[in-house]
């Protein structure tokens, strides 16, 4: 059973720079993909960006060119570096790990089988 435990979280003025990680232990599941969400006060939790076994990156288009995905297989940790935030970044973030990551269409989603770490709250103010 995998465990996900998020960390760096916090408070940032727009404009500013936060980084978030995730210490993942046991079976990651055998999609080999991994990636980050955010859920906004009242709305659906939705996909930030993933990375799969190969070291593939995709991103929502809202944070393209400021997020960068990355991860540390030595020390299994997932990273998510978060530059030129906008308040509209603000959310809870979740570390996921059994994402569905198709390669030949660039499709990416989570379902039933993925799963979370338990959150990081961003807050960017204006």
């Known amino acids: 059973q995998v465990r996900l435990l998020e960390s760096g979280g916090g408070s940032v003025q727009a404009g500013g720079s936060l980084s978030l990680s995730c210490v993942v232990s046991?079976?990651?599941?055998?999609?080999?993909?991994m990636g980050w969400f955010r859920r906004a006060s009242g709305q659906a939790r939705a996909g930030v960006g993933v990375?799969?076994?190969?070291?593939?990156?995709r991103y929502t288009d809202a944070v393209k060119g400021r997020f960068t995905v990355s991860k540390d297989d030595a020390k299994n940790i997932l990273h998510l570096q978060m530059n030129n935030l906008k308040p509209e970044d603000t959310a809870t973030y979740y570390c996921a790990a059994n994402v569905v990551c198709r390669p030949a269409d660039g499709v990416w989603y989570a379902d039933a089988l993925t799963t979370w770490g338990q959150g990081t709250l961003v807050t960017v103010s204006s």
């Open positions: 990375i799969d076994r190969d070291g593939g990156t």
């Open positions: 046991g079976d990651t599941g055998s999609r080999g993909c």
